[in-house]
């Protein structure tokens, strides 16, 4: 049977889902990005992007920055209130993400509080 609950909870998790280095741009998600800062497409793109190349394909994905609890996090990221600064022009995959009840990081984090016996605890920190 399908689970009827969402199962994770953004509020007590660290922005996890955000440190993910790759997540794509597409050229909607930078127009997007441009409409939002007031800037062109060839700026957005700049600023906001760098290529990522893999097997012989390249794509366009948000830049990072230095962060507090993980090693790096999404540029757009406040890495104090640990929330996205960008949220209506933010790309469709993070409107998309997750995509159901479940959140795969969040079920790790919660598997790793539990084992820790540490409600707080941030598996990985410092290593993504
Ligand atoms: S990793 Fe999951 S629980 Fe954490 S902020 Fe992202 S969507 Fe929310
Ligand atoms: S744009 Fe916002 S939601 Fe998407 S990765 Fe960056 S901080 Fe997270």
Not at 34 to 54: C, D, L, N, P
Not at 84 to 94: A, D, F, L, M, W
Not at 117 to 128: I, R, S, W, Y
Request: net charge positive.
């Amino acid at each position: 049977m399908p689970a009827t609950k969402v199962t994770f909870d953004c509020a007590k998790c660290p922005g996890y889902c955000c440190t993910y280095d790759r997540i794509e741009t597409k050229p909607a998600d930078i127009a997007r990005l441009a409409k939002y800062h007031g800037v062109t497409i060839a700026q957005a793109t700049t600023r906001f992007t760098k290529t990522y190349t893999w097997e012989g394909k390249t794509e366009r994905i948000l830049r990072h920055q230095k962060d507090t609890v993980y090693k790096s996090v999404c540029m757009f990221f406040d890495t104090e209130a640990r929330r996205c600064t960008i949220y209506k022009g933010r790309p469709s995959v993070c409107r998309e993400y997750p995509d159901g009840k479940k959140c795969g990081y969040y079920d790790f984090i919660k598997f790793e509080r539990k084992h820790q016996e540490d409600p707080a605890f941030v598996p990985n920190a410092g290593t993504l």
